[in-house]
């Protein structure tokens, strides 16, 4: 029973370099979200998904972009990636729409721009 | 602006030595709170859901309160792998996606 999967682990880009992490969950979730984590500060959220086919700019949007491919499936694209988004990037899902029910989240991916 | 606030930032107790975290909310309109722990390298992992004040949640050496304006979670004679930094998240009313993270407390059991 896997959960939810991150890839990739571990990833070093360099300013101005494209990507995109992935992340897919087997628990038949319909909501699906993107956070960051950085020292210090609490986990802010990125985007949220509530259903497939759905996208919603959470706290801190600027400089991503979500596709909600299918029910599995959400990632997260760094269009031009900058230092500012060094990071520790966690992908959660929950079984509702609504935002009220637990949160399951991957091992997040560590993401560091020079 | 909505809030929310966890302490102490860290905690270091003896294995046996009880004490509680606290986690203190102002937000406009509370539809949830959640309690998640977090180990070093790992993503956080769902405890507990509270929904309404006065509400108690246990799970072994575990307890999470609420109240209207904070929630507390009390661990009872700590063991070394309770150490890890929990987290409190605040669900708002206002919309599904409104949801706010404390920045969380570092517990460090001594055996």
């Known amino acids: 029973n896997a959960g939810v999967t991150q890839t990739p682990k571990f990833q070093v880009l360099k300013t101005g370099q494209s990507m995109t992490l992935q992340c897919a969950q087997d628990m038949n979730h319909n909501s699906m979200y993107w956070y960051r984590q950085d020292p210090g500060m609490g986990l802010r959220l990125i985007y949220y998904?509530?259903?497939?086919?759905?996208?919603d700019k959470g706290e801190v949007p600027n400089g991503y972009n979500v596709s909600r491919l299918n029910k599995r499936e959400f990632s997260l694209r760094l269009e031009s990636a900058a230092p500012s988004q060094t990071s520790v990037y966690f992908c959660?899902?929950?079984?509702?729409?609504?935002?009220?029910?637990?949160?399951?989240f991957g091992d997040g991916t560590r993401l560091s721009i020079l | 602006e909505d809030q929310v606030t966890q302490s102490p930032e860290a905690l270091r107790l003896q294995e046996g030595e009880s004490s509680s975290l606290n986690c203190s909310y102002t937000v406009s309109g509370l539809r949830g709170l959640f309690w998640y722990r977090q180990d070093p390298g790992k993503g956080p992992e769902f405890l507990f859901t509270l929904y309404s004040a006065g509400e108690e949640k246990e799970k072994e050496r575990l307890k999470a309160t609420l109240t209207k304006k904070e929630s507390f979670l009390h661990i009872t004679a700590p063991k070394p792998e309770d150490s890890a930094t929990y987290l409190c998240a605040v669900q708002l009313y206002s919309s599904a996606s409104k949801i706010i993270f404390g920045s969380g407390t570092r517990l460090s059991i001594r055996p």
């Open positions: 959660a899902s929950s079984e509702g729409s609504s935002g009220n029910q637990p949160q399951h």
């Open positions: 998904s509530a259903s497939e086919g759905t996208t």
